[in-house]
């Protein structure tokens, strides 16, 4: 029972162009979303999140947006630079157990110079 | 100056075997994790502890069982190994449970076994 979908196990996007990574969800009392990067060999790290409140979050090149009647959010990454190349996991937490993170499995950009 | 850390980074190991992954967090979360990436590249949770109080166990095997000495601490110590326990384990630490706080991950301890 997948919770979080990724369905795009893999992306590639020329450098400077925008790289846009998808995630759908079905559980509805999601309210917390967050994006983790993941380079080989390493930990998942933090990137940006979004609560269910907003529809749309930015820091810096990264901007995620929340669609809620879709059960959509996205990243969008502009301009994309070859240090963007990694996994990016989508997760979301519910207001019922913020303990529990739920992720996607993962969409691997490469970002081609 | 590593925030969550956890040894060994590499494991291998002979079936039946039971063997201890440590973590341990130098930011001064109280809760602590530890996931499971399986082969598919799944992200899952199996533990949290806050204060040394488990939180969550997410149905996994008897055969896993974590342990908090202190709120900077959760080991991950595994009897029986299986072939099937082959992954990456990751601990994770949180500042607080409740809304928006952020999960910081270890690099994760490759575990094969054999």
């Known amino acids: 029972d997948q919770q979080v979908k990724q369905n795009s196990p893999s992306l590639s996007v020329q450098e400077g162009r925008i790289s846009i990574l998808n995630c759908d969800y079905t559980?509805?009392?999601?309210?917390?979303f967050l994006w983790y990067k993941k380079y080989p060999a390493e930990g998942p790290t933090f990137l940006i999140s979004?609560?269910?409140?907003?529809d749309k979050n930015e820091d810096g090149r990264f901007t995620v947006f929340l669609n809620k009647s879709a059960k959509h959010l996205s990243l969008h990454i502009v301009p994309s630079q070859p240090g963007d190349s990694a996994v990016y996991f989508c997760?979301?937490?519910?207001?019922?157990?913020?303990?529990?993170?739920?992720f996607g499995p993962g969409t691997s950009l490469s970002v081609i110079p | 100056d590593t925030a969550v850390s956890q040894t060994p980074k590499y494991l291998v190991t002979q079936m039946g075997n039971d063997k201890s992954i440590k973590c341990e967090q130098n930011l001064g979360h109280d809760t602590m994790y530890w996931y499971k990436q399986d082969s598919k590249k799944f992200l899952k949770i199996m533990f949290s502890y806050n204060n040394k109080e488990l939180i969550i166990n997410e149905t996994v095997p008897n055969r896993f069982s974590p342990k908090s000495p202190d709120k900077a601490h959760l080991n991950l110590h595994i009897n029986s190994l299986e072939l099937g326990d082959s992954a990456v384990y990751f601990c994770?630490?949180?500042?607080?449970?409740?809304?928006?706080?952020?999960?910081?991950f270890g690099e994760g301890s490759w575990l094969t076994v054999v």
């Open positions: 997760a979301a937490r519910s207001g019922t157990s913020y303990d529990k993170v739920i």
């Open positions: 979004i609560s269910s409140i907003k």
């Open positions: 994770a630490s949180s500042a607080r449970t409740g809304f928006g706080n952020t999960i910081y």
């Open positions: 559980n509805s009392m999601f309210d917390y």
